[in-house]
Structures are given as C-alpha cells and as structure tokens.
C-alpha cells in the first residue's frame, strides 16, 4: 500500500521537507473546512524534480478519512500526503488532475494514528502563483447495496461523496456494485461515463462467499469508456468506478450477451507460412480482440519458432492449450519480431497439439497477417 518517497529513501520527513524552509513557512496549520490561501514563490523550496511547495501538517487518528484538494488558476496543482516510519519518508498518496483541468484532489484514509504532511506543490519546476487548499473530514462510508444486472439491460449510476468507497486502496476509491448470475454464456459489461475515465472490475463469488478476480478494464469501451467480455457460470459481482479515485458525475452500465462464434483451428506444419485475414466476424477475445487459431503438433523438447507480421494492425501472438472456447496461454509475445510485428520462441512442453492464436494487440482491430513457424536448431 505504501512505497518508499522517489529520490529519498533515508532522509526523515522532517528533515527532508521542514529543514528547507523559513521558521515562518515550516508546517503550516490545518484549519478542517476552512479554504486555505497560500502562494507558490521562487524563494521556496524545491523537491522531486517538480516546484516549489509548502508543507501542512495534520494530526489523524488512524482509520480517519479526508478529502484534499488544492486549486490554483496559475499553476499546475500537484498534492500529496507523506509520513515517517522507522525514519524512512513514505509517500501514502498523490495526485494530480483528479480535481479537473490542472486542479489536485484525494481522498486520504489514515492508516496509522500520527502526524502527516500535506505537501501542496507546483508539478512544473518553474511555476509559480496562489492557490487555495482545503482539507475537509470525509462523509461517513455508506453500505454498498447491489443492483442486479440483467442481459440486455442498460442502467444508470452516479458517482458522488456518498458512494461507497472502496476502503482496500489508498486512496479510498468510490464506487457502485452490481450482481450478475450466469449459466455458462458469454456476457459483456460495459461502463460509460462523459464525467469521467471509467473502469471496470468483475470478480466470481466463491462457494464460500469470497471473491476470485476475473478481470478489469479502464479503455476498452472506446475513448475513456470500459468493457469487459467474459464465460459467466456463477454468481458475479460488478464494480463500475472511476480510474481517477476522486472523480465523479453520472454513468451507465449495460450487460450484453455475445454472440457465439465457433473457434476453428486451423492446421500449421513446422516450415509453413500461412496468409489470413482478421474479420469482425471471427471469434473474439475476453478483452476484445478478433483472433485465428491455429494447431501445431510437435514432440516433447522441440523449439519452435513462430512469427507473425502485419502492416494492418499491431501483431501479438499467442501459444497454450484449448479445450473447446477456454484457452490456457502458455507464452506470448508482442513486438519480438521488430517494429510491431511478434516473434515467440517455445520448447514444447510434452508431446501433442497445442495451438496459436493470432490476433491484434489491440481491440476490435482487422486486417491481414502472415503467420510463420519453424523448427530451431
């Protein structure tokens, strides 16, 4: 959860940040609520690479939740949150634009009782100008109440303060949780939002009610939207959120099954080279690109190499076992083969046919290939 601050990784925190700066300047206050008005100068001190910076200091007992936000119309605003452990500076969280435009913003959960620094700085070296920071208590967390997801169906959502948050991460991200029931069909989910950069995570509840992961994705919706496509058997549970954890606005989820598209595999001999084309009618990926398979047979021990070309679209490669549509990937490669082209050597593991599949590195993308396999000496 925590790692070490960049380019200071054994220099105490007061040290670090309060011994650069005038009596006048060093840990400044925190009023709780309160608009904080301060101004970046050239004679401030610098660190990280970045700006100038003051630092404020706040008392927080553990398990204690905020929202930081710091805005300037003259500067790129960065913030971040650090503390002391052992004597080592950790950075707990930092962020950037999350506050819209060039504005900073962060939810911050104590994960200890202590003394922390809030670190309000110019993310251009050379920027100057005032600012405005604010540091309020967090809303209290509200229970997550799932709504069941339907095939076909389309629903709307809201991401605000009174989301619930996903209290695992630091920072704290808000979320909404949906319910799914499959019976073996493939299903896509897709989170789309013009507020903010969507994301998507699906995990399968256990038999004893934990969760295995599934997947996620932030882009694969198009633009900032996400989309993920899976075999659903079981009980699922849906978390459409923003990547930004201090984002927020209104979005919509919608759930469709996809079609089924019957994966053939196509025969290759060692010393072939096969030309194809990628179609939007062939089978797709869990992550949503159009793929061919082929199967090569070879003994235990034998190293082949398989390269793929294409001037149409980002080659990747893939090698592993199928039994029916489930594939277990074995290795792969993207751009071994120069340019964007792949190349993936493989000792095969025993004797029997094993399989690869051809696609783009991408989504949804088509065009022609050519697909060659040898034997290596």
């Known amino acids: 959860m925590f790692r070490p601050l960049r380019a200071l990784p054994t220099l105490s925190l007061l040290a670090t940040l309060a011994a650069p700066l005038s009596a006048q300047q060093a840990w400044r206050p925190i009023r709780l609520g309160e608009a904080i008005a301060g101004s970046l100068t ?16 706040l008392e927080a007992k553990e398990g204690d939740r905020f929202i930081i936000t710091m805005r300037s119309g003259e500067l790129d605003a960065y913030l971040w949150v650090a503390r002391t452990v052992s004597g080592l500076t950790e950075l707990v969280v930092e962020d950037d634009d999350s506050g819209g435009d060039t504005d900073a913003r962060l939810r911050f959960r104590a994960p200890a009782t202590g003394t922390y620094a809030i670190v309000a700085q110019s993310l251009a070296a050379d920027a100057t100008g005032p600012y405005e920071l604010r540091v309020e208590v967090a809303p209290p967390v509200v229970a997550a109440v799932p709504q069941a997801l339907t095939v076909g169906q389309v629903r709307e959502g809201t991401i605000d303060e009174r989301s619930p948050i996903l209290e695992d991460q630091n920072p704290a991200v808000p979320y909404q949780l949906y319910t799914y029931t499959g019976r073996g069909e493939r299903v896509r989910v897709a989170v789309r939002s013009g507020a903010f950069d969507a994301f998507v995570r699906v995990t399968r509840v256990t038999p004893s009610g934990t969760e295995e992961e599934v997947g996620t994705d932030d882009d694969s919706g198009g633009g900032t939207d996400a989309q993920f496509t899976f075999s659903a058997n079981g009980q699922y549970r849906i978390y459409a959120r923003p990547l930004e954890p201090a984002r927020t606005g ?7 099954e996809m079609p089924t598209v019957r994966i053939v595999s196509r025969p290759i001999n060692l010393g072939q080279t096969v030309e194809g084309t990628i179609a939007s009618s062939d089978p797709e990926s869990d992550d949503g690109a159009y793929f061919h398979q082929y199967a090569v047979n070879a003994p235990a021990g034998e190293r082949i190499r398989i390269v793929l070309r294409s001037s149409a679209f980002d080659a990747m490669v893939q090698f592993g076992r199928a039994t029916g549509s489930a594939f277990e990937q074995l290795g792969m490669d993207d751009d071994g083969a120069g340019g964007t082209d792949s190349q993936l050597d493989v000792t095969m593991p025993r004797d029997g046919t094993y399989v690869i599949r051809v696609r783009a590195l991408g989504r949804a993308e088509t065009g022609a290939y050519a697909l060659t396999v040898t034997r290596q000496q």
Request: hydrophobic share 40%; charged share 15%.
């Open 250 to 256: 209104t979005f919509t989820i919608s759930l469709n």
């Open 42 to 57: 050239a004679v401030d001190p610098k660190i990280q690479g970045r700006g100038a910076f003051h630092v404020y200091r």
